[in-house]
């Protein structure tokens, strides 16, 4: 059971930030028009601009929020590979695998894309890709405000209207913020990815998606002072910062709430005094994709349920 949380914990860490690659301040990619005509220059999430001078007819995907995101835009068709994660939509999982943490280089040339779009990765992986003169855009939204952004990035990538869809996410999330905007409290909110060492909780911290998003709920993020996007707590940190809400992912290898309230020490918490543990699916909080107005409205309904009645 440890070793598949262990797995399980890489994979979230790679379907939501690219984190096991390590995560460093990047510039905002350049806001481009919807379905601009080619040649086209775009300008990824590492400052790098990018110059297509054709719509790309063969795609590979490696992040399963991207390989959401161009189905969603309509270019589902022309992905010819995706990473091991990408489920979603159902269409994406019979395009053949290129890798996971670790990404296949030979299968990706084999697969002979016009273009590579990828999550983050800082162990030469985007270099050595670059290196076999293949074309590709690096694509690594951090918050919520960078979903949006993301679409319309993708859509003058590959010729597709990405506005459309960045406008609705803008209006879903907008939304959710309008409707917590003024609520009487913020509760405290912990958020666990992995427990599986107890001595070294994985939460999210400042900067990540998740903690974006417990703001957005109209919650206050426990680890919001942490040094890192994703630090570890202990058990005892956790405890002493008495959250009143805390939320799980709905995963079968995740801890479930009866297992969290039955851990030593923890019965003196707010959230489990109150029985106010939730859960979420893994996929829609776990992916900073095209679901997120979804996403930040099932995490308000965990901390704000009195706004939902």
């Known amino acids: 059971m440890r070793s598949r949380s262990i797995l399980t914990l890489l994979a979230v860490l790679f379907l ?8 460093t301040a990047r510039p905002t990619p350049t806001p481009p028009a919807a379905s601009a005509p080619f040649p086209t ?3 990824d999430f590492q400052g790098h601009a990018v110059t297509l001078s054709a719509r790309p007819e063969r795609l590979v995907s490696i992040g399963p929020s991207i390989t959401a995101f161009l189905f969603a835009i309509g270019a589902g068709p022309r992905v010819v590979g995706v990473d091991d994660f990408s489920d979603e939509p159902a269409d994406a999982t019979k395009i053949d695998k290129v890798g996971g ?11 002979r ?26 694509v690594d939204p951090q918050n919520v405000a960078d979903v949006a952004k993301t679409a319309r990035l993708l859509g003058q990538a590959v ?27 913020r509760p405290r909110v912990y958020h666990e990815i992995d ?31 942490a040094t890192t996007a994703y630090p570890q707590l ?29 851990r030593s020490g923890w019965s003196a918490i707010s959230a489990v005094r109150n029985g106010r ?26 901390v704000h349920p009195e706004l939902f009645k």
């Open 41 to 43: 220059t775009v300008t």
């Open 234 to 262: 202990s058990a005892e940190q956790i405890v002493k910062a008495d959250p009143e809400v805390i939320v799980l992912a709905a995963d079968p290898y995740a801890a479930k709430p009866a297992d969290v309230a039955a």
């Open 195 to 225: 427990a599986s060492d107890p001595a070294k909780i994985f939460t999210v911290g400042p900067g990540s998606y998740i903690d974006d998003l417990i703001k957005i709920a109209g919650g206050v993020n426990v680890a919001a002072n």
């Open 277 to 302: 543990i939730g859960t979420i699916e893994p996929n829609l909080i776990n992916r900073p994709g095209p679901r997120v107005g979804e996403a930040a409205e099932a995490y308000a309904r965990i």
């Open 101 to 111: 943490v670790k990404v296949n280089f030979e299968k990706i040339v084999s697969l």
């Open 159 to 185: 010729g597709a209207d990405g506005s459309t869809l960045a406008t609705s996410i803008e209006q879903k999330v907008d939304a959710v913020r309008a409707k917590t905007a003024n609520v009487a409290t």
């Open 113 to 138: 894309p016009d273009l590579v779009l990828t999550v983050k990765f800082s162990d030469g992986t985007i270099e050595k890709l670059q290196s076999a003169s293949l074309t590709v855009l690096v």
């Open 16 to 23: 939501t930030f690219a984190a096991a690659c390590g995560a």
